[in-house]
């Protein structure tokens, strides 16, 4: 098979940014995505809906011309949050899920939750409404191994909240673990997981083996191989419960690259090429559309997007621009190591 046709895709987990990164990353996304949730975690935070109605036209205006794309906004969950505020964010249609950040888990985390019992009311009215919770889902106890952390949270938090809140609909993001993988298959049609592109590609080795790799660093942290295995296999399964979140997080490479490094891989530029790598590497070509297309909208609830996409295996590799150029400085574009050679084509 050398050509595949897919529904455009959409992104379910997306960092875009302000300002002059924003204008320089949303056209790597919008190249090939339709829509994307994007994330919340800007300095301040998107908060309200009326944060978000902001964002969203500041992502709009960011748009070149040319390019379509829909951006689906979502709230950073704080203790303050307002659950009526939150009804009408989602009343709106403007606002398609809330996020929770575990105060101190992940860049810009500071203003999320502390203890859970104070967002219980705005939870409560999220599973009244259908309105999705996407997690952060690590644990931020100092004394938990951070290679520890995903597992620990869905033992300690996820697991008793579900219990407490079943009608809550919830999307375990960026899954790194096969505990992750596990109890996404086990948990009904209000759960789901999303997977990175570059978790399917790295453990934790490609960070630390022969010399740091800062450019790998991400939050959650790649694991042992085990666990990418078991990330793999549950992509290309055909299950509805997992689909594709990127979580590509432009930093500027001095943040990066340096004494206290940021988190984050930027993978919006070769997503869609990288992915046709690994399913076929994996003999699930036929499950590409799943996870890129389909899984997510039925997830969320939305139409699958009607216009396509198409890639074309050739012998000449794909060649990517190194960096990606912000007026902030340059954000290196995730590399896997390998050649990839599926094309997307214009
Ligand atoms: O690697 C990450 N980068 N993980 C996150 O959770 C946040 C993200 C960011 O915003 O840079
Ligand atoms: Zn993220």
Redesign the pocket.
Known sequence: MHQITLPRPDDWHL?LRDGAMLQAVLPETARHFARAIV?P?LVPPVVTLADAQAYHSRIMAALPRDMAFEPLMTLYLTEGTDPADVAAAHASGLVKAVKL?PAG?????HSGVRDLTKVMPVLEKMAEIGLPLCT?GEVTDPSVDIFDREAVFIDTVLDPLRRRLPGLRLVME?ITTEEGVAYAAEGGENLAATITTHHLIINRNHILAGGIKPHY????VAKREKHRLALRKAATSGSPRYFLGT?S???VDALKEHACG????FTATNTLSLLAHVFEEEGALDKLAGFTSLNGPAFYRLPVNTATIRLEKRAEPCIWPEKIVADAGPVTVFNPGFPVHWHVLP
């Open positions: 960092h994330m975690n950040y888990a992940t860049t810009n985390s952060h960026h660093y991400c939050l959650p979580d997080a432009p930093h940021c988190a984050g891989c």
